[in-house]
């Protein structure tokens, strides 16, 4: 039986964190995907973030720290994003005189967290 590791992606730009359980140790590749996200967000790179991701994530071994690596970047990549959607709204109510932006129920197809 192995032993379950949990990893934790902190709050970023007003966004939340997350903590995600995994079946191994697989912490530092999970943070390096953060790290990496992190340095491609605030660099002026030219590259593009799928092949930064990719030739990175492809140096690692095992399956499951690919995936771990993968979440860790993804996950920063999605605050950044929210936090530039959150702040445009904010923006907009702010504009047109609402404190709150309007908020929509979820459909079928939207994501879930």
Not at 37 to 57: H, K, P
Not at 78 to 87: C, T
């Amino acid at each position: 039986m192995s032993k379950e590791v949990k990893t934790c992606l902190p709050s970023y730009d007003g966004q939340p964190g997350f903590e995600i359980t995994w079946s191994a140790d697989c912490k530092e590749a999970f943070n390096r995907g953060v790290k990496l996200a992190q340095f491609w967000l605030d660099s002026a790179c030219s590259g593009w973030l799928w092949a930064v991701m990719i030739a990175e994530r492809d140096l690692l071994p095992r399956a499951i720290d690919r995936r771990a690596f993968e979440v860790g970047f993804l996950g920063r990549v999605h605050q950044r994003l929210r936090s530039h959607e959150a702040s445009s709204q904010s923006l907009i109510g702010v504009a047109s005189g609402t404190a709150q932006p309007e908020r929509h129920p979820l459909t079928e197809t939207a994501c879930r967290c």
